[in-house]
């Protein structure tokens, strides 16, 4: 078509809809997120990654030696600068930051399953960075959780991170209401 000189515009597809008529793929910029999106996000990758985190992460800060602590300094200090340039291009940081608090204590499987969900849930984290002032809150609520993490306090490492998933997954359902699918 290109060497004809004539243009076409370029086709995407637009929707996906099963037999049963249940709408798996639907884009337009503004229309709705889907249920199954709605469903992934709280049911799926990010949940699966709270209660794991919430259960290694603190166990990790009584495991981590020196080596481990400067490497989970270092991960919080490359994300702030990220964040206060390319809140976007945090993301891969905010994973290496929760995988540094989770790596501490030889956990090698279970550490590349909270890596893989924390993948599966990156699209979620760039949507909670979205609005404005939303970095800042990150980055003090992450600083907050490293500073307990480095003095081992356990107990507060638990609460700050239960509030901190509470929180972001909070923001996540106001920036994702639910909206059944129409047949």
Known sequence: LAASGVYHKPHFVQKVVTADGTVLLERHADAPRETAEYRDVFQGPVTFAAPIDAVLIPRASLDADDVEREAAKAALDALDAML????????????????????????????????????????????????????????????????????????????????????????????????????
Do not use: C, M
């Open 84 to 183: 206060a340039t390319d809140p976007r291009g945090a993301v891969l940081l905010n994973r290496a930051f929760h995988l540094a608090l989770v790596r501490p204590g030889g956990r090698e499987v279970t550490t590349q399953l909270v890596e893989r969900l924390h993948v599966l849930a990156e699209r979620y984290v760039h949507k909670h960075l979205e609005p404005a002032g939303r970095n800042t809150r990150a980055q003090s609520e992450h600083r907050e959780l490293l500073e307990a993490w480095l003095a081992r306090d356990v107990e507060r490492v638990t609460t700050l991170l239960v509030q901190h998933i509470a929180t972001t997954l909070d923001d996540l359902r106001a920036q994702l209401p639910e909206v059944p699918v129409q047949a």
